[in-house]
């Protein structure tokens, strides 16, 4: 991310298909960072986004990534000892920058000067976020824990959500911060290997993507964007009550202000559900099975 060039291109592509849910989140959760609380990174176009199957999980965001203007990135690629041990663990491991997407406990930048684990109440506040994440990220199936923080939020997590996470793998490592090797030699290679047992245990329980195109794509779609371009194909919508998978067979707005009501070919039956415009609904490729 020190190449213009590169760094560029990662920010013209922050609104591509698979990274921009989780960018639309990512403005919700600046709007309403917590007293104190700095800015939240983007989702970088680099990684899997809502086509990840390896979540690697961090406590906060490096404090050396924090930009003026906003516009950081959350990536292996950082310009930082962090995301290039990360790197290197991934390449090592085999594993595909586009099958992981990297996330925090706790989003928000931490204050100025704020050391040391994260807080009860900087994890309480990172769960819902975190859950709403992960339901953007259908095919996510393990999630590395890099660090005691993530594994005790993890755990909380857990208690909250059970059935939600019951899909998840969790595997504890540590943090690829330099300062998480701190310590004795034996605790030093301990910590060194530990991180690399991880990430070979990750790519065990995902198997690698078959050719170039790398992990299987889902789409994820607004509502209002919906067009015929989609009709036939298989969808995936909620509104929060009830869930309707199967064929799109008519998607009707009244106007921008009104719900968007969609008609689904459920168990040869025609259903309706009507849902806000920004909510989002996964559309299935071929015939639409997971």
């Not at 989780?22 to 983007?42: I, K, Q």
């Not at 030093?188 to 245990?201: F, K, L, V, Y």
């Amino acid at each position: 991310m020190n190449d213009p060039e590169f760094k560029n291109a990662q920010e013209l592509e922050l609104w591509a298909e698979h990274v921009a849910p989780l960018n639309s989140l990512v403005r919700d959760l600046r709007s309403m960072a917590p007293e104190n609380a700095g800015s939240v990174p983007f989702f970088a176009p680099l990684h899997g986004g809502t086509d990840a199957t390896i979540l690697c999980l961090a406590a906060s965001p490096d404090p050396a990534n924090r930009s003026k203007a906003d516009e950081d990135v959350l990536s292996s690629e950082d310009d930082n000892p962090s995301a290039e041990a990360l790197s290197i663990l991934l390449e090592e491991s085999g594993i595909d920058p586009r099958e992981v997407v990297l996330s925090n406990a706790y989003p928000w930048y931490r204050p100025d000067g704020a050391t040391g684990r994260l807080t009860g109440a900087e994890m309480n506040a990172g769960i819902e976020p975190m859950s709403k994440m992960l339901r953007l990220v259908p095919n996510l199936r393990t999630v590395i824990l890099m660090g005691k923080g993530p594994e005790e939020f993890w755990g909380k997590l857990s208690r909250k959500y059970p059935q939600a996470l019951s899909r998840i793998t969790a595997i504890p490592s540590f943090s690829p911060a330099p300062l998480s090797l701190s310590g004795t030699t034996a605790q030093r290679e301990e910590r060194i290997a530990r991180r690399s047992e991880a990430m070979r245990e990750a790519r065990k329980i995902v198997r690698a993507p078959r050719g170039p195109a790398g992990p299987r794509r889902e789409s994820m779609v607004r509502a209002e964007d919906l067009g015929p371009e989609h009709l036939k194909r298989v969808i995936e919508v909620s509104d929060g009550n009830q869930t309707l998978h199967g064929p799109l067979l008519k998607a009707f707005q009244p106007s921008p202000e009104w719900r968007v009501t969609l008609t689904v070919e459920v168990a040869g039956q025609r259903r309706a559900l009507g849902v806000t415009p920004d909510t989002w609904v996964r559309v299935y490729r071929g015939a639409g099975l997971r």
